[in-house]
């Protein structure tokens, strides 16, 4: 069996939404001190330019949204609300700023690691994870803390490193499906979510 492939910056360089369909399918794979975990993406949400009111680019260049503006193919992750770090793919050309953010897993390496990490989290018997499987990478926050994503991994390529996105092996063949976006209050118009329908690691339901 073939290895998997991390995805080239190539395939980052083309129009977002593009992007976003095609990393449905495709594994997040994390190589942190305390082992690996990776699942295959079964969510994400496409943020586009300056004119979209819930990209981090609408008030222009910044230092926090820098990550935006820079080559496709970069992570751009960042502190939410206090409380969650979220993940993000780079995407178009270099000064173009737009990025898909990663919003669910299907959990498939180091699932023991990842109960671990998210049983602080959710009340638990004896310190276990509360939950089945799917939950694990269920949500932008969640699956960060599966994965021991933070800052650290801001601006990392996510073509080479400890933190990838790959082409597995055995790439499921899975529908694709649109809505808006969710846990936004502005663009909310926008069909920018990709999802697989009725998947059980989906993050939300369509409107």
């Known amino acids: 069996m073939a290895p998997a492939r991390p995805l080239p910056p190539s395939f980052y360089a083309r129009p977002t939404l593009q992007v976003a369909a095609d990393l449905i399918g495709m594994r997040l794979r994390h190589e942190a001190p305390d082992g690996t975990t990776a699942g295959l993406i079964v969510e994400v949400e496409a943020y586009i330019g300056e ?9 222009g260049p910044t230092r926090r949204n820098a990550p ?21 793919a780079v995407t178009e050309a270099d000064g173009a700023p737009a990025a898909v953010l990663i919003r669910a897993l299907e959990p498939v390496e180091g699932l023991d690691l990842m109960r671990s990490r998210r049983a602080p989290h959710r009340a638990a018997g004896e310190g276990g994870f509360v939950g089945r499987d799917a939950d694990l990478c269920r949500g932008p926050g969640n699956l960060t803390r599966a994965l021991a994503i933070t800052g650290m991994q801001n601006c990392q390529p996510l073509w080479e490193g400890a933190l990838r996105i790959e082409r597995p092996s055995r790439r499921p063949s899975r529908p694709v499906a649109w809505s808006p976006r969710i846990g936004i209050r502005v663009g909310q118009d926008r069909l920018w979510r990709a999802y697989v329908p009725g998947h059980p690691a989906v993050s939300g339901k369509p409107r």
Do not use: E, I, Q, R
């Open 68 to 88: 935006l503006y820079g080559p496709p193919g970069l992570a751009y992750v960042y502190f939410n609300y206090g409380m969650h770090w979220l993940v993000n």
């Open 51 to 59: 004119d979209d009111p819930a990209c981090h680019a609408a008030p």
